[in-house]
């Protein structure tokens, strides 16, 4: 999250905070930020003023535990739309339709890079730095379903010179948090293949390693933070601005670990560390752990392996421990 994304979200979490405490909002600000798509990217530290107004506005006016959102129906019915299936790489973001020029596209500044449409309602889709994994989306004619985030993105399809275009709405959190008009993908389709077989990869990592003592590894390390590189890490200001998840790791003698997740239970029980590696027997992955002294504190960066990493080809981003003995 940049750090525009994280000054509007603290704004937004602290009127939350004072006006319904048990709100949780950074998990749905994660989920639906999404990276904001080219026009909107350079508007955000602008806004911040702005949305201050609008969410104290919105906290001690509507006068119920939480912030006003869209959602959308969801509950629709499949219809079948043979012109749909395939694969439709993403070439443009735009406001409106009409926006659209062909001679002028965004394709390599793009979030969103391939959908892929198959019988019966269900969908691929591929993201910046990923592979072609199983969307959370599902479509019916004219409509793709989010049931997560409660939205019904509707879908035009055109007929242009060189081939099929689709434009999608793209309801992110701008459409759902502040209420704004969507913009649009623009898809140009590269196949019209049944993709009903298609087998999503998973990433695995050797893990069948011998044990290497490393004395630096023993001890308890309490979670402080969760950066995507390592030299984005500030001691003094986590980054993170949800809980996380991963509560502390306690890195036994012989290669034996304890977690323990935010609510006091046990993360992973199939953890083991060698050497400088966290080796999950159940995720199939070998984490690097980097240890760094850092203003006289000892921290530990460990690699998260998660679905981004093992279904979706990504690259991983770091939990921060401090090592407290």
Do not use: H
Not at 146 to 166: E, R, V
Not at 216 to 223: C, D, N, Y
Not at 250 to 267: A, F, I, Q, T
């Amino acid at each position: 999250m940049k750090q525009s994304e994280n000054e509007i979200n603290s704004v937004i979490k602290g009127a939350l905070g004072k006006a319904a405490p048990g709100t949780s909002f950074e998990a749905l600000w994660d989920m639906y930020s999404s990276k904001s798509q080219v026009r909107a990217k350079f508007k955000r530290a602008a806004m911040i003023p702005l949305i201050a107004v609008f969410t104290l506005f919105a906290c001690f006016t509507i006068g119920y535990a939480g912030l006003s959102r869209m959602t959308d129906n969801t509950d629709l019915p499949f219809v079948d739309d043979p012109a749909v299936i395939g694969k439709w790489e993403a070439v443009d973001f735009v406001a409106d339709i009409e926006d659209f020029d062909p001679d002028r596209l965004a394709s390599d500044d793009l979030y969103l890079r391939s959908l892929v449409f198959i019988k019966e309602g269900r969908m691929l889709n591929r993201s910046e730095g990923g592979i072609l994994s199983n969307a959370p989306t599902t479509w019916t004619k004219g409509t793709i379903i989010n049931d997560i985030s409660k939205t019904a993105s509707k879908y035009q399809i055109k007929d242009m010179n060189d081939g099929k275009y689709m434009f999608v709405e793209w309801k992110s959190g701008d459409y759902i948090f502040r209420l704004l008009k969507p913009d649009y993908y623009v898809l140009r389709q590269v196949d019209s293949e049944d993709y009903s077989g298609y087998e999503v990869q998973r990433k695995e990592d050797e893990i069948d390693y011998p044990f290497v003592d490393n004395p630096e590894m023993i001890g308890r390390w309490v979670s402080v933070d969760f950066v995507e590189d390592i030299d984005s890490f500030d001691p003094e200001k986590q980054s993170y601005q949800e809980e996380l998840s991963l509560k502390e790791l306690r890195l036994l003698k012989n290669g034996k670990v304890k977690s323990e997740n935010l609510y006091g239970d046990v993360l992973d029980s199939t953890l083991s560390w060698t050497g400088d590696l966290i080796i999950s027997q159940k995720r199939v992955t070998a984490s690097k752990c980097i240890i760094k002294e850092i203003n006289s504190e000892t921290y530990m960066f460990f690699e998260w392996k998660s679905g981004d990493y093992t279904y979706r080809g990504m690259q991983p981003q770091y939990y921060v421990l401090k090592k407290l003995e």
